[in-house]
T-cell receptor, first 113, second 112 residues
Framework: SAVISQKPSRDICQRGTSLTIQCQVD?????MFWYRQQPGQSLTLIATANQGSEATYESGFVIDKFPISRPNLTFSTLTVSNMSPEDSSIYLCSVVVTSYEQYFGPGTRLTVT | GENVEQHPSTLSVQEGDSAVIKCTYSDSASNYFPWYKQELGKRPQLIID?????GEKKDQRIAVTLNKTAKHFSLHITETQPEDSAVYFC???????????FGTGTSLTVIP
């Protein structure tokens, strides 16, 4: 498995502002993903964070709203830009190890007021 | 793209009984099927997985079965305990390291 940490664990933000979430892994991983999970809902993939190239975004998510950085194989950031109350959610990073197994970070609980 | 459906959305069982959660998928190229358990306020935890070259896999009280022809897979929990109460998600992936498609989740309650 992998030890994954996220910062911050939670935050309350004003609408119109931006928040950057950090994800740190204790080992080098090729595949890293960012998900959103709204209360009582399933996990929705936002994007695949690619090391050395631009992230790959899923339908409905755009780089201007959710810019992602992946400077190396152990770290990534997701920024939620120009926030609105609809962005209130839990944001989770995940990594894939041993070819298939996917493990999740503890999540960042975001509330936008 | 892949579409994963999961049933039931909620499930209540008496302690000691068995629980079964079923998922179907649409993309015949999917070859990896993990199950996650998510307790309230916690991250999803991988509990068991199965690859397409295997029909069944068991780990103590939990087992997963896969029917590739019918494109469905199931999670079986035997001798349920209150600590099994959680939301369970199935997922499917087309290839190693590719994105995962998640089911909508099943909220399992084990009644003591």
């Amino acid at each position: 498995s992998a030890v994954i940490s996220q910062k911050p664990s939670r935050d309350i933000c004003q609408r119109g502002t931006s928040l950057t979430i950090q994800c740190q892994v204790d080992s080098q991983v090729t595949m890293m993903f960012w998900y959103r999970q709204q209360p009582g809902q399933s996990l929705t993939l936002i994007a695949t964070a690619n090391q050395g190239s631009e992230a790959t975004y899923e339908s409905g998510f755009v780089i201007d709203k959710f810019p992602i950085s992946r400077p190396n194989l152990t770290f990534s950031t997701l920024t939620v830009s120009n926030m609105s109350p609809e962005d209130s959610s839990i944001y989770l990073c995940s990594v894939v190890v041993t070819s298939y197994e996917q493990y999740f970070g503890p999540g960042t609980r975001l509330t936008v007021t | 793209g892949e579409n994963v459906e999961q049933h039931p959305s909620t499930l209540s069982v008496q302690e000691g009984d068995s629980a079964v959660i079923k998922c179907t998928y649409s993309d015949s190229a999917s070859n990896y099927f993990p199950w996650y358990k998510q307790e309230l306020g916690k991250r999803p935890q991988l509990i068991i997985d199965i690859r397409s070259n295997v029909g069944e896999k068991k780990d103590q009280r939990i087992a997963v079965t896969l029917n590739k022809t019918a494109k469905h897979f199931s999670l079986h929990i035997t001798e349920t305990q209150p600590e099994d109460s959680a939301v369970y998600f199935c997922a499917a992936s087309v290839s190693a390291g590719n994105q995962f498609y998640f089911g909508t989740g099943t909220s399992l309650t084990v009644i003591p």
